[in-house]
């Protein structure tokens, strides 16, 4: 089984509609990422959180929002999309240090209509 | 202000060497990580630098010259199976990842 899981895989949804992206740990890290890739772009941090309690706005909040249900998940959500969210999404987990290696999700692949 | 930077494609035979740079510009810096992505597929964590000098894992080695703002991976005995993107990420003064937009290596028979 994966140590971090995303769900769902592949989403094509309509421009307006609200959608919800989770990510799911077995690794017991505390950190926990949400990023997404676009092509010619490297990855860039949407939210980060260290714990639980903590939750911390990356490069690229706008339009989005995340929950940190417990340490071994941490859901993103898009409250409107719109077509310049799609991309590809990945969540990341690291232990307690940043200069620990993060792991990564297989990521979600999204399309707004 | 900070900035990372690093080949857009590469190609290279297989058996052969190849060497992938990557060039960055930062106030603080905290390492440099090297990852592998195959297409449609998570990154993995390949290495991770703090210091001046070589770091070997095998086929692999990573080398850093914080003097320079210049790092490399260099890949030895290549396979089919090395094709793929290799993104170059530092940690900034906050202990912020910054990445590099990644450099498309495609391996040749």
């Known amino acids: 089984d994966a140590d971090v899981t995303q769900t769902p895989r592949n989403r094509i949804t309509k421009t307006g509609k609200r959608i919800m992206l989770e990510c799911s740990q077995t690794?017991?890290?505390?950190?926990m990422y949400w990023y997404r890739q676009d092509p010619g772009l490297g990855l860039r941090l949407i939210y980060y959180?260290?714990?639980?309690?903590?939750?911390n706005k990356g490069e690229i909040s706008d339009g989005y929002s995340v929950s940190r249900q417990a340490q071994a998940k941490f859901s993103l959500s898009l409250e409107s999309a719109i077509p310049n969210q799609t991309a590809l999404y990945f969540c990341?987990?690291?232990?307690?240090?940043?200069?620990?290696?993060?792991?990564f999700g297989d990521g979600t692949r999204l399309s707004i209509l | 202000g900070q900035n990372i930077d690093q080949p857009t494609e590469m190609t290279a035979t297989e058996g052969a060497i190849v060497q992938i740079n990557c060039t960055y510009q930062?106030?603080?810096?905290?390492?440099l990580f090297w990852y592998q992505q195959h297409a449609g597929e998570a990154p993995t964590f390949l290495s991770y630098n703090v210091l001046d000098g070589l770091e070997e894992k095998g086929r692999f080695s990573s080398f850093l010259s914080r003097s320079k703002g210049y790092s490399y991976l260099l890949l030895k005995e290549l396979q089919m199976k090395d094709s793929a993107s290799y993104l170059c990420?530092?940690?900034?003064?906050?202990?912020?990842?910054?990445w590099g937009a990644g450099t498309k290596l495609i391996i040749k028979p």
């Open positions: 990341a987990t690291s232990e307690g240090e940043s200069t620990q290696p993060q792991h």
């Open positions: 990420a530092f940690l900034d003064s906050n202990y912020q990842l910054i």
């Open positions: 690794k017991g890290h505390d950190r």
């Open positions: 959180s260290f714990d639980v309690k903590d939750i």
């Open positions: 930062t106030s603080g810096f905290n390492g």
